[in-house]
């Protein structure tokens, strides 16, 4: 299962930490300003997702990365078009004499088009970018595999797509026999689909088929988090295609319904347009998040409740 909580305050800029359940790492969506952001989240971060650089989403990546270095990890960055050298530019600002060449290394994955990721890598002092390869595929590991889609925003902004695992699990209480290797060679059996693979039992021998309802597959949920984008009918069509039946999407909601037309002429959304999106989208769970620092608290509550008449029909 996957869990987000937005780190920020009131005021505040956006960041979202991702957590995975049982697991020791988690991963950053975007770099704002975030005080509720903690030491361990930074170190923690398998990779950080970046939607985009304009200021409020990437001012505080500098105190992620302080927490980072000394780690001697591999941290992976996701960005649009030049997030390499403005990661660059934030780390060659600095003077790097007392830090080893092992104390950290950055791979930074640019998605370049939606069938296109260069990938780079640079370590301290110089923080030189080392091009390692061109791939399709953005970002997997043993728990989620991330898609995205690239939204407008009077610039790229990446719309990120989380979806957990599987697992599968057996209750050794309720199988007729000891636990041993065999468990491990049926679950691989099941994820390969490799129904005829013979498994041997205390000495027998039986087919993976016969042996699966043993197992206890529960479907690994799917987040979404899209910030900036234009409230236009492109933008919604990506949404819709990337994030249909998704289980919980926090989506920007930066401005209120009075001011659609700021939104419009600053290629943002609106509280009922995020709304109606996600309606259309049949996401099960909506979060509106990041709002103009311009509003009060009851400006928020207020978008909130557009937002929410939208994402149940009533628009």
């Known amino acids: 299962m996957l869990q987000a909580e ?10 979202i930490a991702i957590y995975p359940d049982n697991c020791k790492w988690n991963y950053i969506v975007d770099c704002g ?24 989403h990437f001012i505080n990546f500098d105190q992620i990365m302080r927490h980072q270095v000394g780690s001697k990890e591999r941290y992976i960055i996701c960005g649009p078009k030049n997030i390499a050298l403005q990661v660059q530019a934030k780390l060659k600002s600095f003077t790097w004499n007392l830090v080893e060449d092992d104390a950290v290394v950055y791979e930074i994955r640019e998605i370049i088009s939606k069938d296109l990721i260069k990938v780079y890598e640079m370590k301290p002092a110089e923080w030189e970018l080392e091009f390692l390869e061109d791939r399709t595929a953005l970002y997997n590991d043993e728990r989620v595999v991330v898609n995205f889609m690239i939204l407008d925003h009077k610039t790229d902004v990446i719309a990120y797509h989380f979806k ?25 059996a099941y994820m390969s689909d490799d129904v005829n693979k013979v498994i041997e ?46 289980d919980t999407v926090l989506i ?3 401005y209120k319904d009075e001011d659609k037309e700021k939104a419009i002429l600053n290629y943002h959304s609106y509280a009922s347009q995020s ?13 509106p998040v990041h709002f103009s620092r311009k509003y009060t608290e009851e400006d928020v509550e207020s978008i909130k409740v557009d937002f929410y008449k939208a994402f149940e029909g009533s628009y």
Request: hydrophobic share 35%.
């Open 164 to 188: 957990d695992n599987d697992s599968i699990n057996i209750d050794v209480t309720k199988i007729p026999y000891k636990p041993g290797k065999w468990i491990n060679e049926l679950k691989l």
């Open 252 to 254: 920007e909601t930066f």
């Open 275 to 287: 709304g109606k999106i996600m309606f259309e989208s049949n996401v099960k769970k909506a979060i």
């Open 201 to 246: 039992v205390e000495t027998e021998e039986h087919i993976a088929e016969e042996l699966f309802h043993y197992l206890k597959v529960e479907k690994g949920n799917t987040l979404g988090v899209i910030l900036d984008h234009a409230s236009h009918e492109e933008n919604h069509n990506k949404i819709k295609q990337l994030f249909h039946d998704c």
């Open 6 to 15: 937005v780190k920020s305050k009131f005021g505040e800029d956006v960041s």
């Open 33 to 56: 300003e975030a005080s509720l952001l903690t030491v361990k989240d930074c170190m923690n971060a398998r990779a950080i997702f970046i939607s985009h650089t304009h200021i409020d």
